[in-house]
């Protein structure tokens, strides 16, 4: 299963949640920007300024997914903002996405090599 389509899903039950996309050149998220354009941004590689966004964000009370950070590291101001970067790992699996995302605070999120 796709990223984009897991997110989409999960989208329909955690109404909190952004997606903040450092992709380039294109969006790796069509399906939910579709589905959810006010929790869709699109910073092409733009790193500083997205953590400085997802923290903005996070501070609100929604929970924000970084894609697009080649090694996976942010550094936040407040390890409390539920701010999750997603990094890639062989042994990930997508069972776990969901509750994941739900985990209080700052984290990496694992999730399958291959899309």
């Known amino acids: ?3 984009d389509e897991k997110l989409t899903q999960i989208g329909l039950k955690m109404k909190n949640l952004v997606v903040v996309d450092l992709s380039f050149p294109e969006m790796k998220f069509p399906a939910f920007k579709s589905a959810y ?5 699109h910073l ?9 966004i997802a ?4 501070s609100q009370g929604k ?7 080649d090694n996976g590291e942010v550094n936040l101001s407040d390890s409390t903002l539920n701010v999750k970067v997603v990094k890639r790992d062989k042994s990930a699996h997508w069972d776990n996405l969901e509750r994941d995302l739900k985990e209080f605070g700052a ?3 694992l999730i399958p ?3």
């Open 107 to 109: 984290s990496v999120l």
């Open 44 to 52: 092409l590689h733009r790193k500083t300024s997205a953590v400085k």
């Open 55 to 58: 923290g903005g964000i996070a």
């Open 63 to 69: 929970i924000v997914l970084v894609f697009g950070v």
């Open 113 to 115: 090599s291959e899309d």
């Open 37 to 41: 354009e006010q929790r869709y941004v």
């Open 1 to 3: 299963m796709k990223l």
